[in-house]
């Protein structure tokens, strides 16, 4: 396994893209959190802004604001990492030069392990940081209140860049797995839900679908407030976390296994 | 030693029948060379033999097993184009591939020597000419020091210099013994390079064996005089001559290569005709290959 992640270190080490995938993540992602502190009014059910950078809800803020980051700087750079050797038929030739097929899934899945960690890593140092220098002093001992974001966060990573993966595998055309990607996440999945919504009674099933169960593992913190305010929805908008994790667990299964099996069969 | 054996491989896209039960014997040390017309089947059969590609039915042995990563790394090969990363360097790229195949750390001095590119290691790929990205790619199939190697059309896209930088650097490999396993539409280049040739088309094996076997046993000779048609009815009237046609003032035809190519031009004199243009020549592979193909 080490021996795939210096080979894919050499790959992209010198990419453009890549560092600047990086570095809009690194940027965004603190500066998103800046961005909600200077709204000058956020809506009535919401806590004190102060509370968005302090602990423990700090978690849960950054946490939101790295599904978006993760989805869009991560994803678009999980279908990069394999559309570019599609393109400069490098992937054909590291077959051809002696890697086998499962080495080469391994080294893309290894490649999205490492960078959710590393985002993880990165998005918990942040919180930790911006956290301490933010929070009163006598309520510092929060720090880790809502640690268990963690995880969840390396979750919901892992889970956008599992699903970028599958489809860049499966459709194998960079400009329409990217296009796909973004438009699936942001309209198409909500489209369908919508659709589902008015046809079926029972609604909450829609909060399984894939890219909504990676994304209730870092919900949007309002929708919590919104749900502790009584009879103001009809029906759930989050699933719990454990339900979150479980479903988001089986979609990354699903996808980097048929991912697997179609790499594996078709030519190349 | 049976470097590689292919067996009844049959391959389709679609309605397309690419290979139809090819069958291929290629021994060590053998220069072979895989001809046919474009579209005949070359690229795919190569694509099967390296794995990118899955058979319909058929199946193939590299050296007399079963075909497997190991022996992958015993092979050294570029199909159709020069595959690398347009970012990185000479250095870098090969680095790639060194570590693909397993090959401990190493300078790549010598393979860069060999494919003149020595200077140009610290230049981006994406800078080179087609040629240089070409000597390139065969340095890359050289890490390892592979037992085969396998090009695929190598000459293809490139200019009179660069064909010949690469026909000479595919020379100098040949010289080291390798079995070398190439594909092209380019007669004259297997002709110049090959020990072996095998010609298929439409996915259909027509001919296989050293390229003298191939090559007609026939000399082809041409003369040219002020009475052509006096000269056609001598050579009608022997028995020994062949395929007797005219093209451009010029009258071929074949004989048999044991003839007496002196005692032949004497009995031209003999009914007095005076050639004006008289060449004896074998059959070139490019002619073979036509009239095999045909």
Redesign the interface.
């Known amino acids: 396994m080490i021996?795939l992640l210096?080979?894919e270190w050499?790959?992209f080490r010198?990419?453009?893209v890549i560092i600047l995938m990086l570095t809009f993540f690194s940027l965004f992602l603190p500066a998103s959190l800046y961005f909600t502190t200077i709204i000058p009014t956020l809506p009535a059910f919401f806590p004190s802004k102060e509370s968005i950078i302090q602990f423990p809800s700090i978690w849960e803020y950054l946490g939101y604001a790295g599904n978006w980051m993760s989805f869009f700087f991560l994803g678009v750079l999980a279908i990069y990492l394999v559309s570019?050797e599609i393109n400069?038929?490098?992937l054909?030739?590291?077959?051809?030069?002696?890697?086998?097929r499962q080495e080469y899934f391994l080294s893309k899945v290894l490649s999205i392990f490492v960078l959710s960690i590393g985002a993880t890593l990165f998005y918990t140092i942040l919180c930790i940081i911006i956290g301490i220098i933010n929070t009163e002093p006598d309520t510092l001992k929060l720090i880790f209140d809502n640690a268990y974001a963690i995880p969840r966060f390396f979750l919901m990573t892992f889970g956008y860049l599992s699903f970028a993966l599958f489809l860049i595998f499966i459709i194998r055309r960079s400009g329409i797995a990217l296009f796909l990607y973004i438009a699936y996440g942001i309209i198409i999945e909500v489209l369908i839900r919508y659709f589902i919504i008015e046809k079926v009674s029972n609604t909450a099933i829609t909060n399984y679908f894939p890219l909504n169960s990676f994304e209730d593992l870092m919900p949007n913190p309002a929708f919590k407030f919104t749900e502790s305010i009584p009879n103001s929805v009809e029906f759930d908008f989050l699933l719990t976390h454990q339900q979150a994790t479980l479903s988001s667990i089986i979609y990354i299964i699903l996808f980097l296994g048929i991912s697997y099996l179609s790499f594996m069969?078709r030519?190349? | 030693m049976e470097v590689l054996k292919i067996q009844n491989l049959s391959k389709s896209y679609g309605k397309l029948k690419a290979l139809d039960d090819l069958n291929l014997v290629i021994e060590s040390g053998q220069i072979m060379g895989l001809l046919g017309p474009n579209g005949s089947g070359k690229t795919t059969t190569l694509g099967i033999i390296l794995g990118i590609l899955s058979a319909d039915s058929g199946n193939y042995t590299w050296f007399e097993n079963k075909y497997d990563g190991k022996h992958r790394l015993r092979i050294g090969s570029i199909l159709e184009t020069p595959n690398f990363f347009p970012y990185l360097n000479a250095d870098q790229n090969l680095d790639i591939v060194r570590q693909i195949k397993k090959v401990p750390k190493q300078e790549f001095d010598d393979l860069l020597e060999l494919v003149q590119l020595k200077s140009r290691r610290k230049s981006n790929f994406r800078t080179f000419s087609l040629g240089m990205k070409q000597r390139l790619a065969i340095a890359a199939t050289l890490i390892g020091d592979p037992d085969v190697v396998i090009f695929d059309e190598p000459t293809n896209g490139l200019d009179p210099q660069g064909i010949m930088e690469v026909r000479s650097t595919l020379s100098r490999i040949a010289t080291r013994g390798k079995t070398v396993f190439m594909a092209s539409h380019i007669l004259d280049e297997v002709e110049k390079i090959c020990t072996h040739v095998t010609i298929i088309k439409r996915g259909k094996l027509l001919a296989t064996g050293p390229v003298g076997s191939i090559l007609s046993k026939d000399l082809t000779i041409e003369v040219a005089s002020q009475n052509n048609e006096l000269l056609i009815g001598f050579l009608r009237s022997r028995e020994d001559v062949k395929n007797i046609l005219q093209k451009n003032g010029i009258v071929e035809c074949q004989v048999d290569q044991k003839l007496d190519v002196s005692e032949f031009s004497k009995s031209i004199f003999n009914i007095g005709i005076v050639p004006t243009h008289f060449v004896a020549r074998k059959k070139r592979l490019e002619e073979e290959f036509l009239e095999i193909t045909k």
């Open positions: 021996r210096k080979l050499t790959k010198k990419n453009n570019i400069n038929k490098t054909r030739q590291s077959i051809i030069n002696g890697l086998s069969k030519d190349i």
